[in-house]
């Protein structure tokens, strides 16, 4: 009997705990996808770090992704408004740095980053919150069709 008191309580607060998080899911995600304007939903990327301790040691994703000459990309990002993190998007690959959501000489984020693609290949994109914050953030690869 202390066993399924004990199941029950467990149960009620990870169903708790869900709730909390909620705002990282995939109606977020659709949420930031649907924004774009005239564009096609391609693939999102989504990332969720607790606070780094320093900022040298911040959690990162990194994704890699196939784009074509020729297409024009836009790159939405997205932060959960009940977390402190702002996303930070980077695009790249082997060669150069291409873009980012953010211009360190302003300290400005941007909502949106498009790319019109000259090289057929493997991009890569990085994502991390600034300062190191907690957060959860999504960024969503569409194809501009206007």
Not at 16 to 36: E, R
Request: hydrophobic letters at 35%; a positive charge.
């Amino acid at each position: 009997m202390h066993k399924l008191i004990a199941l029950f309580f467990i149960f009620v607060l990870f169903a708790q705990s869900n709730k909390i998080s909620a705002q990282c899911d995939n109606a977020f995600i659709n949420t930031c996808s649907t924004s774009g304007g005239e564009a096609k939903y391609i693939k999102h990327f989504r990332i969720r770090f607790a606070e780094a301790p320093n900022i040298k040691k911040r959690s990162q994703g990194t994704f890699t992704l196939m784009l074509m000459k020729g297409n024009h990309y836009r790159f939405l990002i997205c932060n959960d408004p009940s977390k402190p993190g702002a996303t930070i998007m980077e695009l790249s690959n082997d060669f150069s740095q291409y873009g980012s959501n953010y211009n360190a000489q302003t300290d400005t984020e941007y909502r949106a980053f498009d790319f019109i693609c000259s090289k057929t290949g493997p991009y890569y994109i990085k994502m991390f919150f600034k300062d190191g914050k907690e957060g959860c953030g999504v960024c969503v690869l569409t194809l501009v069709t206007d």
